[in-house]
């Protein structure tokens, strides 16, 4: 068997600041196995589950008086002020005085509320670091691999489903292949799957990087596949996606003039990155639900 490697071409996204973005990705195609990788540097730096609203940033409940406020904001000072946490926590520690300021403050806090919903009902639930597909036993224990499906390009022909029925499933809205179960065949039955795929849509990805990519896919835009037939480009590729949110969170930076009630992907952006550069004992100690993500579990 030969071996090939090439580049993926750009994938216009409609997203906003597109421009900045730089989808391209390579693909390592050695013998059957296709392999997609994300940069593992911007993924561990910024690519985790963290707070992206000054409520989680607190770790308070959205209905918390403002008992429970100046309680959780005098705990996060006491550990996360640069005299102790170091100049790192200096942009954390300022969007904590200004969510701290806005949501004790009655008419702001109700400006910021509704737009938070708003921006909830848009954009979904934030990432928070699990895969959607499980884990099976057909590998070993120390198995890096895992199998994605790029749903977008899929064309619902089922193949990957009939050779490999537990792993590949039938998502029911758009009628794509989905990988329910990661290593729920062999080897040698997943590789199969991959070859058979008539438009190769599906990868082999890294462990670690399978949760980001699921959370991804089910963000992105659809279009039927009777619209793929006729010649329509999807809208999103999952990868250009993943390396824009990664890309976005990398450079995100909040500054006063962009409102300080608005909460929009900028802002939220701006505290994940304000939070995921604080010392990692202090993201256990007071995040603990987030913070267990940080660790390498593979």
Same mark, same amino acid.
């Given at each position: 068997?030969?071996?090939?490697?090439?580049?993926?071409?750009?994938?216009?996204?409609?997203? +906003?600041? $597109?421009? #900045?973005?730089?989808?391209?990705?390579?693909?390592?195609?050695?013998?059957?196995?296709?392999?997609?990788?994300?940069?593992?540097?911007?993924?561990?730096?910024?690519?985790?589950?963290?707070?992206?609203?000054?409520?989680?940033?607190? !770790?308070?409940?959205?209905?918390?008086? @403002?008992?429970?406020? @100046?309680?959780? /904001?005098?705990? &996060?000072?006491?550990?996360?002020?640069?005299?102790?946490a170091g100049e790192e926590a200096n942009e954390f520690c300022t969007l904590v005085n200004v969510a701290y300021d806005i949501l004790t403050n009655d008419d702001q806090r109700k400006v910021y509320d509704v737009d938070l919903e708003q921006y909830r009902?848009? %954009?979904?639930?934030?990432?928070?670091?699990? +895969?959607?597909?499980?884990?099976?036993?057909?590998? =070993?224990?120390? $198995?890096?691999?895992?199998?994605?499906?790029?749903?977008?390009?899929? &064309?619902?022909?089922?193949?990957?489903?009939?050779?490999?029925?537990?792993?590949?499933?039938?998502?029911?809205?758009?009628?794509?292949?989905?990988? =329910?179960?990661?290593?729920?065949?062999?080897? *040698? *039955?997943?590789?199969?799957?991959?070859?058979?795929?008539?438009? #190769?849509? &599906? /990868?082999?990805?890294?462990?670690? %990087?399978? +949760?980001?990519? *699921?959370?991804?896919?089910?963000?992105?835009?659809?279009?039927?596949?009777?619209?793929?037939? =006729? !010649?329509?480009? +999807?809208?999103?590729?999952?990868?250009?996606?993943? *390396?824009?949110?990664? @890309? %976005?969170?990398?450079?995100?930076k909040w500054v006063t003039a962009d409102g300080s009630m608005l909460h929009n992907e900028r802002l939220s952006n701006a505290i994940a990155k304000a939070w995921l550069q604080l010392p990692l004992q202090i993201r256990k100690d007071l995040w603990p %639900?987030?913070?267990?993500?940080? $660790?390498?579990?593979?």
């Amino acid at each position: 068997r030969r071996r090939r490697m090439g580049r993926v071409g750009a994938v216009k996204l409609d997203l +906003p600041h $597109e421009s #900045d973005a730089d989808p391209s990705t390579d693909i390592i195609f050695t013998g059957s196995d296709q392999f997609r990788v994300l940069d593992q540097g911007d993924v561990d730096a910024v690519g985790q589950p963290a707070p992206t609203d000054f409520y989680e940033m607190l !770790g308070v409940d959205i209905s918390a008086n @403002k008992t429970n406020l @100046k309680k959780a /904001y005098r705990g &996060i000072l006491k550990h996360c002020h640069p005299d102790r946490a170091g100049e790192e926590a200096n942009e954390f520690c300022t969007l904590v005085n200004v969510a701290y300021d806005i949501l004790t403050n009655d008419d702001q806090r109700k400006v910021y509320d509704v737009d938070l919903e708003q921006y909830r009902e848009t %954009q979904g639930d934030s990432f928070d670091g699990l +895969p959607k597909s499980t884990w099976g036993t057909k590998c =070993n224990t120390s $198995e890096v691999r895992a199998v994605f499906v790029d749903e977008l390009s899929c &064309i619902g022909c089922r193949m990957c489903n009939n050779l490999a029925p537990n792993t590949f499933g039938m998502e029911d809205l758009w009628g794509r292949a989905r990988v =329910n179960t990661q290593w729920g065949n062999t080897e *040698e *039955e997943i590789a199969d799957a991959i070859d058979s795929c008539p438009v #190769d849509c &599906i /990868y082999w990805v890294q462990r670690k %990087q399978l +949760p980001l990519l *699921e959370y991804i896919m089910g963000l992105c835009n659809r279009i039927s596949v009777a619209s793929m037939m =006729n !010649g329509r480009a +999807p809208p999103d590729s999952p990868f250009s996606r993943a *390396e824009y949110f990664l @890309k %976005q969170r990398k450079n995100a930076k909040w500054v006063t003039a962009d409102g300080s009630m608005l909460h929009n992907e900028r802002l939220s952006n701006a505290i994940a990155k304000a939070w995921l550069q604080l010392p990692l004992q202090i993201r256990k100690d007071l995040w603990p %639900q987030y913070a267990a993500f940080q $660790e390498d579990e593979y």
